[in-house]
């Protein structure tokens, strides 16, 4: 067996938050001191393994955060002063020597670290987010530089940044909806879609991003069987630079909340949980922005050997961890 190097983060769903600060006795001085700092401490232990003494030239450690920016294959040409500005945005990047150049004995070696993530400047740490246009990382490499002779081993481990908890309490702001035949969008023949009505309520347009999305549907009449009543959640980002923009949506999750023919006059629930690493607080900067998160209720109805789906778009990504959702609510067929 060869040489081995890994790392082990102390916490072990390697989630941190942003925004909370030190008291000046108690921080590590990482760089620039007059930097900000998190509270939380990022620590763990880098572990070396081997059967054989390993002779080193220096071991390092290194603290990334990034945001990948691409257009999609639609928007490809069209903006071309992107992709002068299409390289990774910088968020963090500093690096410590964790052990000078010598030698680790055979066997396992565990050297722990601790050190406080921190920004310089007007720099945010943004939550992470893994988009499709839009991409937020943070990762933590260490690397062990040897002789010529032998390979220099790296090892790169993922945490996750979350933004602070929600401070005050939340004042409601519910929205009716309802999805007739008459409300539909993008219908080619209109006249061969039965008569429905399906009303509904979402019980607040904002929404924190660590609690569901809640409310209710009823199917008040239909002249076609229901087959199912899904629930969609779209994420639109946008990016780009002052040359234009590229909006763009992407599906992140379908869950079915009613199957077959659903009683008329019987509320459904509605109860979505927003998945952390595919959604986030609304972020707009000036080459990017993710700041609206679409929900689409799909009634499927059997119309002479088809199913028919109808759907209802709502919700906007708010700010400060919040889900913010528009007045308004839009049907497409």
């Known amino acids: ?22 008291q000046p006795s108690v921080m590590l001085l990482f760089g620039d001191s007059r930097a900000t700092f998190l509270k939380e401490m990022l620590s763990g232990v880098v572990v070396i393994s081997g059967k054989d003494p390993v002779q080193h030239q220096g071991l390092s450690l290194t603290v990334e955060g990034t945001v990948n920016l691409q257009l999609s294959a639609k928007s ?8 002068n500005s299409v390289k990774p945005i910088q968020i963090i990047n500093s690096t410590i020597e964790m052990v000078k150049p010598g030698k680790f004995p055979s066997g396992k070696t565990e050297i722990p670290f601790e050190f406080p993530l921190h920004v310089k400047g007007n720099k945010v740490l943004y939550e992470t987010y893994h988009g499709v246009f ?14 010529l002779l032998a390979k220099d081993l790296t090892k790169t481990c993922e945490f996750i940044v979350h933004s602070a908890p929600q401070k005050g309490k939340l004042t409601p702001s519910p929205v009716d909806f309802a999805i007739t035949p008459e409300t539909l969008q993008n219908v080619k ?8 009505l399906v009303r509904g309520h979402l019980n607040s347009t904002n929404c924190v991003i660590t609690q569901p999305l809640t409310g209710e549907l009823v199917v008040e009449s239909s002249e076609a069987a229901v087959r199912s009543i899904e629930l969609q959640l779209v994420r639109v980002e946008t990016c780009g630079c002052a040359e234009g923009y590229a909006r763009d949506a992407t599906e992140i999750q379908n869950i079915q909340i009613a199957d077959g023919d659903v009683c008329r006059g019987l509320s459904v629930p509605i109860h979505m949980v927003f998945p952390r690493l595919f959604t986030c607080p609304t972020l707009e900067t000036t080459n990017f922005k993710v ?26 990504t708010g700010c400060c961890g919040m889900i913010s959702l528009p007045q308004m609510v839009r049907n497409s067929w």
């Open 76 to 83: 490809v040409g069209v903006f071309e002063a992107f992709y």
């Open 189 to 196: 023949e209109r006249a061969l879609l039965p008569k429905f």
């Open 1 to 22: 067996m060869g040489t081995s190097l890994d790392i082990k983060i102390k916490r072990a769903n390697k989630v941190y938050h942003a925004g909370f600060y030190c």
């Open 134 to 147: 839009v991409n937020i990382q943070y990762t933590l490499r260490c690397d062990m530089k040897r002789s």
């Open 291 to 316: 700041g609206r998160i679409t929900t689409t209720m799909k009634p499927q109805m059997a119309l002479t050997g088809a199913w028919a789906e109808l759907g209802t778009q709502t919700a906007e």
